[in-house]
């Protein structure tokens, strides 16, 4: 062979490698794809338990309902029983079913982030109140910040496969819980344009953050137009109990056009049974409770149906995020979300690991491919959760960012066609070079069939060791690093930056 023969074969070789080494021109693991193709219980035992829930709060009903509440549910049909609980017929419920909120818009900011909740599309986000943040130099746990609440949702600004950010921290060095409030929601502000989610401590918050909200939107009436922020109550104390701060912040956040989501967060064994079913059982009635206190009041009103069945190890009374149980429990509690049809929400990838491990890559992964796989619309606590909720961790919203991609490959599933089902291109393989390698119908596969990781490795042993044998921790800690020192960005308009500050103490 001449060397011009050699030099252009390597040429050819070096411009396949180049070209296959580029990004994919398409994402072929986007957020939203169609799930539900895992339904862990079967039509009898969905029906079982759909009229289990209504007989509970037909003939149990709930308990410490405020009076306004009590007020507004008698005028709709509720009823009072013998211990004083307010009950609601199989007919009342069923009709709220079908008055309620099937699907709404959840705008960002930005338009290119806004998204549909209900029907059958997954997304995943954030949640969580973490107390502690694995600190990134020290790699041990330490209290969370503002700066940490701050830096994490600039970081979420960054990785496409969380949809929404909800704060995933609580500033332990904000002690006033007004100021905590106005602080969380400045944060997110700034640092994202994504849909955001936050909570309220006191009804009476509401109202001056959702002006913070008209100001950043351009004007009186803004926000309410095109919501980009979602009120998280936890509405019922279990078991079959309402809590009257939940109940004004819902109230309060449905005066401002807010939408809200409805988590209920009942413990196996505890707050609610332990046996699989009866949980599912009790935690579906509470959240249908969640759902008549809202649209008595406001019928149709933008409500996600977050029924989070929780799970406690019963020989310690510790939380478990991770783990078989709790990945078919809210699995199950997407199929019964989807069953009535409202927008649904349920929390996956709560690890109980403390390190960026083994233990930590299982249970998140276990997790978060049977929610995504269910059909569930929003799924919650899908970044950065470790130590059982109570921290969270930088180098984990990568390593999650990067898993999640393959779950929604995953849910995704397979598209056949003549053209795919490829025996032209065997065809043409087995009378031509004997291979696929430089097929087109490949190289269209690879950007638009395979989702290629970035923190993942596929190194061969030798080459890993020549390039530091490093671990997926590591290689996290360092694309955080760089990603924050990159990417600090100021949402807000300096001027409205300058107005909000007149108004609350900003301490950040």
Not at 237 to 243: F, L, Q, T
Not at 259 to 270: F, H, K, L, Q
Request: charged share 20%.
């Amino acid at each position: 062979m001449s060397d011009n023969s050699r030099r252009r074969r390597r040429g050819s070789r070096e411009a396949m490698l180049a070209k296959r080494s580029k990004p994919p021109a398409i994402n072929p693991a986007p957020p939203g794809p169609v799930g539900g193709q895992y339904r862990p219980l079967t039509e009898r035992q969905l029906g079982q338990i759909y009229d289990t829930s209504l007989r509970m709060l037909a003939e149990l009903g709930m308990g410490d309902a405020p009076p306004a509440l009590t007020e507004q549910a008698l005028k709709c049909g509720a009823t009072i029983n013998d211990l004083g609980r307010l009950c609601y017929s199989h007919d009342m419920v069923e009709d709220i079913i079908d008055g309620a909120c099937k699907s709404f818009v959840f705008h960002g900011r930005d338009p290119q982030h806004t998204f549909e909740v209900g029907g059958d599309r997954v997304y995943f986000g954030t949640g969580g109140a973490a107390v502690q943040t694995l600190d990134l130099d020290t790699h041990l746990y330490r209290p969370s910040t503002l700066a940490d609440l701050s830096d994490l949702t600039c970081l979420a600004d960054r990785l496409p496969n969380i949809s929404w950010f909800t704060r995933c921290c609580v500033a332990t060095d904000v002690p006033d819980i007004f100021e905590l409030d106005v602080n969380t929601v400045y944060c997110l502000m700034r640092g994202t344009q994504k849909p955001v989610g936050t909570s309220f401590t006191l009804g009476e918050h509401v109202d001056p953050i959702v002006d913070m909200f008209d100001w950043i939107a351009g004007g009186e009436g803004k926000f309410a137009a095109q919501p980009f922020c979602k009120a998280h109550i936890s509405p019922i104390i279990s078991p079959m109990r309402y809590g009257e701060d939940a109940f004004e912040v819902a109230l309060a956040s449905m005066r401002r056009g807010m939408p809200i989501n409805a988590i209920i967060a009942a413990m196996s064994g505890a707050t609610s049974p332990a046996t699989i079913d009866g949980m599912l059982a009790a935690s579906f009635a509470e959240t249908l409770a969640a759902l008549v206190m809202v649209n008595i009041f406001e019928p149709g009103y933008p409500m996600i149906f977050s029924n989070w069945p929780f799970v406690i190890d019963l020989r310690s009374g510790a939380f478990c995020g991770g783990g078989g149980e709790i990945s078919i429990l809210n699995a199950a509690a997407a199929q019964l979300a989807n069953h009535i049809g409202v927008p649904s929400g349920i929390a996956s990838s709560m690890s109980d690991a403390k390190a960026v491990d083994a233990q930590m890559g299982m249970e998140k992964a276990l997790s978060s491919l049977a929610c995504g796989l269910s059909g569930a619309n929003m799924v919650y606590e899908s970044s950065g959760m470790m130590a059982s909720l109570l921290g969270v961790s930088f180098e984990a919203f990568l390593l999650d960012n990067e898993m999640l991609s393959h779950v929604y490959r995953m849910i995704r599933g397979i598209e056949v066609s003549e053209e795919t089902l490829a025996f032209e291109a065997m065809k043409n393989v087995i009378t031509g070079e004997g291979h696929f390698i430089g097929e087109t119908q490949t190289m269209e596969a690879m950007e638009r069939d395979y989702f290629y990781p970035k923190l993942g490795d596929r190194l061969e042993p030798t080459a890993w060791a020549e390039a530091g044998a490093q671990d997926a921790w590591q290689r996290a800690n360092a694309e955080v690093r760089e990603i924050l020192a990159q990417h600090q960005p100021n949402y807000i308009e300096p001027s409205v930056d300058s107005r909000i500050r007149e108004r609350f103490k900003i301490l950040i």
